[in-house]
């Protein structure tokens, strides 16, 4: 379809530029792609990402004023600013992110159908909607989310991991004492915030001298707040900004806990913890049952299960030679399965085969 390959247009459409894995995984790609491709936008309303150096002077940026939603008004008006896009940039490609997107575009599929619609699948919603879903081609970034596809009826799907660039290995300090547990993300319901908040007091209640960090914001930042005062825990937890950087996002944390439900289509921030040596614990949810071999790379708790989780805690915090363990494991599961250039290598084969 493509007369020159190269010179493809793609433009990536999320709902978003606030933290999270979607968001930030788009951007990294789009940065990588443009070695490959003369031209890659992203559509989306500023967040966080605006601010940050992360996206590289070649990805084209463009702004929407207000995120995606069901209003007609609304529908309208992103139709119009896409569809003008189309036109004057001669866009080849356009990729969706995010559900919500959808009847935006269904009109652009329907209004200009030589444009080839990818979406890329970042959730296990398993609900009506995923019926709905239309797509020359679907990603699924795990085998969860591809499941979650197929029971849909979904064909065409290619399955392709997050990756990151890992750095030299390097031997983390364990720490008997004030080890900082950390969380790293979004703070939303399907995060399971409370269930770590709730281990990390029994753990106090042990006996145990310990930090816990959290690093991102969201929604349920002031009833974390609510949380901490009520448990009297203000001078053992912590909620900071977050970070864009890999190594500014893990500054002090000694072990990442993601306790996020079902719903999860990865895990971005585990391989991401992994990657330079931080020892992880997670919920015992798909996504994270891909990247994750209890007891060799990191271990599993039961979702949900607030002793469980603090059980997992204490005993990497008792076992020297456990945390050394899973920390080297878990780096060396990411530098093998979940490499930059893999994952991106899969991006160009998608955009580029098209037979």
Same mark, same amino acid.
């Given at each position: 379809m493509y007369n020159n390959k190269n010179s493809l247009k793609i433009l990536h459409v999320i709902n978003s /530029?606030?933290?999270?894995? &979607?968001?930030?995984? &788009?951007?990294?790609?789009?940065?990588?792609? &443009?070695? &490959?491709?003369?031209?890659?936008?992203?559509?989306?309303?500023?967040?966080?990402?605006?601010?940050?150096?992360?996206?590289?002077?070649?990805?084209?940026?463009?702004?929407?004023?207000?995120?995606?939603?069901?209003?007609?008004?609304?529908?309208?008006?992103?139709?119009?600013?896409?569809?003008?896009?189309?036109? /004057?940039?001669?866009?080849?490609?356009?990729?969706?992110?995010?559900?919500?997107?959808?009847?935006?575009?269904?009109?652009?599929?329907?209004?200009?159908?030589?444009?080839? !619609?990818?979406?890329?699948?970042?959730?296990?919603?398993?609900?009506?909607?995923?019926?709905?879903?239309?797509?020359?081609?679907?990603?699924?970034?795990?085998?969860?989310?591809?499941?979650?596809?197929?029971?849909?009826?979904?064909?065409?799907?290619?399955?392709?991991?997050?990756?990151?660039?890992?750095?030299?290995?390097?031997?983390?300090?364990?720490?008997?004492?004030?080890?900082?547990?950390?969380? !790293?993300?979004?703070?939303?319901? !399907?995060?399971?915030?409370?269930?770590? /908040?709730?281990?990390?007091?029994a753990l106090i209640e042990k006996g145990f001298i310990v930090n816990l960090i959290f690093r991102g914001e969201g929604k349920l930042a002031n009833h974390i707040k609510k949380i901490i005062s009520r448990y009297e825990m203000n001078e053992r937890v912590f909620i900071e900004k977050p970070e864009s950087d890999i190594l500014r996002t893990f500054d002090n944390i000694d072990l990442l806990v993601s306790a996020s439900t079902e719903i999860e289509g990865f895990g971005l921030v585990l391989i991401e913890a992994a990657s330079i040596g931080i020892p992880v614990i997670a919920s015992n949810i798909s996504a994270h049952r891909e990247i994750i071999t209890n007891n060799i790379n990191g271990l599993l708790f039961e979702p949900g299960n607030v002793m469980d989780l603090s059980k997992k805690i204490e005993k990497v915090l008792k076992d020297e030679k456990l945390y050394q363990s899973l920390s080297y494991k878990g780096y060396q599961n990411v530098a093998e399965k979940y490499s930059l250039e893999l994952t991106a290598t899969k991006y160009k084969k998608l955009y580029l085969d098209n037979s």
């Open positions: /530029l606030n933290i999270g894995g &979607t968001e930030k995984s &788009t951007l990294i790609y789009s940065n990588y792609l &443009t070695h &490959t491709f003369n031209w890659i936008g992203v559509f989306a309303p500023k967040g966080f990402y605006s601010h940050e150096n992360i996206v590289e002077p070649d990805v084209k940026l463009i702004y929407t004023k207000k995120k995606f939603s069901v209003n007609p008004i609304n529908i309208l008006l992103k139709y119009l600013q896409l569809s003008r896009l189309i036109k /004057l940039l001669n866009i080849d490609v356009i990729h969706y992110h995010h559900r919500i997107c959808l009847p935006v575009i269904c009109l652009i599929k329907f209004l200009h159908p030589q444009i080839d !619609v990818y979406y890329s699948h970042h959730c296990s919603f398993d609900d009506f909607i995923n019926y709905l879903l239309i797509a020359d081609k679907f990603v699924a970034i795990s085998q969860s989310s591809r499941f979650d596809l197929q029971r849909y009826g979904k064909k065409n799907i290619s399955l392709i991991n997050h990756g990151i660039r890992a750095p030299a290995f390097v031997k983390k300090n364990f720490k008997k004492e004030y080890l900082n547990i950390g969380f !790293v993300g979004r703070f939303s319901e !399907v995060k399971g915030i409370p269930i770590i /908040l709730n281990s990390f007091k």
